[in-house]
């Protein structure tokens, strides 16, 4: 577990975004002490910065894209997209 | 820079709706215009750098265009960004940060702006504005310093279609100002054979047109 306390899942997809690219879009799960205002922007940027820089974007030719929920959104949305999280 | 400050504001405040208001409606409200506070935060900028009239610099503004400022952001964001000018200098961890960000408001604004498909929450949308507001703080860190002049400013975030046609615009202006020169030159020759020192009204379209060149940034 990478992100104990913070991040519940990952879940990604692989598309192309609004410009037709080839993208990878993650979907993070997030407790709900971790999508507190004062601590969201630190976890987010970690997570994020974690992520791009083990998918070696460099060599990508898929532009990464990263969207954090926090577990109590997600629990009262049940977004299908969201659902049946990957253990991080 | 005062409407890219106000736009963050903006989105900051449609971030979170009260209860009585359309809170889908806001929140993708929200997303767009954070996006749109990067944007002329870093169009505004870059257009500073260009010496020139006002008005030069508001149409300088209106070259850029957003896939192609995706792609270049796309190119600083992995650091294979190369840019024009020599010798290179490298690209500040700060600009790298602030292209991530840039490309991630984008897409997301597509899809607030687009997609009725899209569900939006709090977080998210606070996720989204909190990378906005760090490449704020990270743009106000490299803003002014000979690296964001040489790579931001000057280049970095004009794609190279209108890089190149800026310099096409420079060289047609050098060639205008040898074709002003020769016509000046041919001209005053024929005004002194007629005894006549006054210039042509060719001539004065010319030197007009040679101020001009100023709007090009040389």
């Known amino acids: 577990m990478e992100f104990p306390g913070e991040v519940i899942g990952i879940r990604y997809s692989i598309s192309h975004d609004w410009n037709g690219d080839s993208a990878i879009f993650f979907r993070v799960l997030l407790s709900d002490s971790a999508s507190r205002p004062e601590a969201l922007a630190d976890v987010t940027g970690r997570v994020a910065g974690k992520l791009f820089n083990n998918l070696q974007h460099g060599e990508s030719s898929y532009t990464p894209y990263f969207y954090f929920r926090s577990k109590s959104e997600q629990d009262r949305l049940t977004d299908p997209e969201w659902q049946l999280l990957t253990t991080s | ?7 963050l504001t903006l989105a900051g405040h449609l971030s979170v709706p009260a209860a009585t208001d359309p809170e889908r409606a806001w929140l993708r409200r929200s997303i767009s215009t954070a996006y749109y506070a990067l944007f002329q935060r870093l169009v505004q900028s870059a257009a500073q750098r260009w010496t020139g009239t006002a008005a030069s610099r508001l149409g300088l503004e209106r070259t850029f265009k957003h896939d192609q400022m995706k792609e270049v952001s796309r190119a600083v964001s992995t650091g294979s960004w190369r840019g024009w000018s020599t010798p290179q200098l490298p690209v500040p961890l700060e600009l790298r940060e602030i292209a991530k960000s840039f490309i991630g408001l984008q897409e997301a604004r597509h899809q607030a702006d687009y997609s009725n498909e899209k569900s939006w929450t709090q977080t998210e949308v ?7 507001r760090t490449a704020f703080q990270n743009w106000k860190k490299i803003d002014g310093s000979p690296a964001a002049d040489r790579t931001c400013a000057e280049s970095a975030f004009i794609s190279r279609k209108s890089r190149a046609a800026l310099r096409a615009d420079r060289h047609l202006c050098r060639l205008g100002v040898l074709a002003v020169q020769l016509a000046r030159s041919v001209s005053l020759r024929t005004a002194l054979r007629r005894s006549d020192r006054r210039p042509s009204a060719r001539i004065v379209i010319g030197t007009q047109f040679t101020n001009d060149r100023k709007c090009f940034g040389r």
């Open chain 2, 126 to 132: 606070a996720a989204k504005l909190s990378d906005a």
């Open chain 2, 1 to 7: 820079m005062a409407i890219a400050d106000d736009l």
